[in-house]
């Protein structure tokens, strides 16, 4: 029997929401009222795996996105990432680690820059490599979403929808971070260019060892892509696994509803 002690493993989860509570008020005057957006949420996410988030407009899955992210702050609760116990204001290395990929990529390229120059502003600011290594890390970038080498001398208005959240993904990237949030990242696409970016988000996972929220109202999207499911009902997980056991023996009334308003295809 050797005496060597295993080395201990890494945490199994990235990400630990736990207790998570957002309030927002609402209306003016008399009208005014208390919106729980967030209902105490607990959400643990597995290192390298892709986890879905689903539910009706206004169930919060932005304003939980928001929180993953430090775009939102007022909130209470705790966000423990790679064990790490997160504060409210946090680092801009701590902000680094979290990247978030957006329905409307156009929003976030900046039209006046070339792709090559928005990446290399990012890496440069960011310090992420070099400045001499800063045009191959543009480049292996480009592989990283797929996209061929002379997309980075183009400018964003000259690229298709898929094209442009390409850039957006490698943008989110560039930052090295370790979980990407993808809020309805695909769902402004065709279905043959969502087809492509569903994949590269898996492959990314794959290659990359990148975990993955993503926010979808596309619920065959979602069971194609994502290894876990949360299903979320005015400001609660109403049901939170893995995603084949979800969608064949739904527990929860609301995720059975859920499920029954998928179309179903006739041949
Ligand atoms: N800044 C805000 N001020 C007031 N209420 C807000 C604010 N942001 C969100 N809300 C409310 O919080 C609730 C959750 O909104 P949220 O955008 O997180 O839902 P969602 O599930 O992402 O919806 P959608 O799918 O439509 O984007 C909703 O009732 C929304 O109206």
């Known amino acids: 029997m050797s005496n060597t002690q295993p080395t ?43 986890h879905g988030l689903v539910g009706e407009s206004g169930s919060g899955k932005s304003t939980l996105a928001r929180v993953l992210t430090a775009l939102e702050r007022s909130f209470t609760g705790t966000v423990v990432f790679n064990g790490e116990e997160l504060p409210v204001r946090r680092t801009k290395e701590q902000r680094r680690h979290i990247q978030m990929v957006f329905q409307d990529p156009y ?13 290399a502003e990012l890496l440069r600011v960011h310090r ?15 592989e990283q979403v797929q996209l061929p080498a002379r997309a980075l001398d183009s400018y964003p208005i000259s690229m298709s929808g898929g094209q442009r959240q390409r850039v957006a993904i490698a943008k ?34 794959d290659q990359l060892g990148l ?5 979808a109202h596309d619920l065959a999207v979602v069971r194609n892509l994502c290894e876990n499911v949360a299903v979320m009902y005015h400001g609660n997980i109403v049901e939170d696994g893995e995603t084949e ?8 009334q609301y995720t059975q509803t859920l499920l029954q308003s998928i179309p179903r295809i006739r041949y």
């Open 172 to 205: 989110a990237l560039a930052l090295e971070p370790s979980l990407l949030v993808a809020d309805e990242a695909v769902s402004a696409l065709d279905v043959s260019v969502q087809a492509g970016i569903v994949n590269l988000l898996a492959d990314l996972r």
């Open 8 to 50: 201990q493993p890494a945490s199994e989860n990235i990400l630990e929401m736990r207790d998570i509570r957002v309030e927002f008020s609402a209306g003016k005057g008399r009208n005014r009222r208390k919106v729980v957006a967030l209902n105490d949420v607990n959400l643990s996410v597995r290192r390298g795996t892709i």
């Open 245 to 252: 056991s979800l969608f064949t023996e739904p527990k929860d």
């Open 211 to 215: 975990s993955v929220v993503f926010i």
């Open 128 to 142: 992420i490599v070099e400045p001499r290594d800063v045009g191959g890390r543009c480049l292996e970038l480009m």
């Open 107 to 119: 929003s976030s390229l900046d039209p006046r820059m070339t792709i090559r120059q928005s990446l």
